[in-house]
């Protein structure tokens, strides 16, 4: 392994600090814990939850602009050598409809989200209505 690979969540670091970005910025956008984000500054991937590493370290990359193609590449030379990645993740990580499935899973997780949202302003805009209702109906009846 050369250098660079060795280091390259320092590199990422750096972009963070040159771009002016706090990890506070990060974490509240992409909703990753604080103690992941500095475990993957560091190169900690051991206290990083394995399943979620690639999609920690592509939102990490996104948010900063950096390319999360060349990283998650780099991750994996420094985690596991020089050997290739197997097939499948090549297949997964190349196949452009895998992308956009990614990007449309995102998509609906915002959908949901905002779904949600949603639903909380249309229950307290009913609850105002009937409030306003009922006590249009008891002023109506006590001036009767």
Known sequence: ????NTRFYEELKK????????????????K??????????????????????????????????????KALDEYEIYTIGDRKRS???????EDPKNEEASTNKSNISNNISG???NYKEL???????TIIIILFIILNLLNK
Do not use: H, W
């Open 32 to 69: 990753i814990n604080m103690k992941y984000l500095d475990a993957l500054e560091i190169g900690d991937f051991s206290s990083l939850p394995n399943v979620y590493i690639r999609l920690f370290l592509r939102s990490y990359c996104d948010y900063i602009g950096s390319d999360y193609k």
């Open 1 to 4: 392994m050369n250098e660079e």
């Open 87 to 93: 097939d499948t993740d090549s297949i997964i990580s």
């Open 15 to 30: 972009q963070r600090n040159i771009k002016k970005i706090t990890l506070e910025e990060i974490s509240e956008y992409t």
């Open 123 to 129: 229950i307290i805009a009913t609850t105002v209505i």
């Open 115 to 117: 779904k949600a949202q």
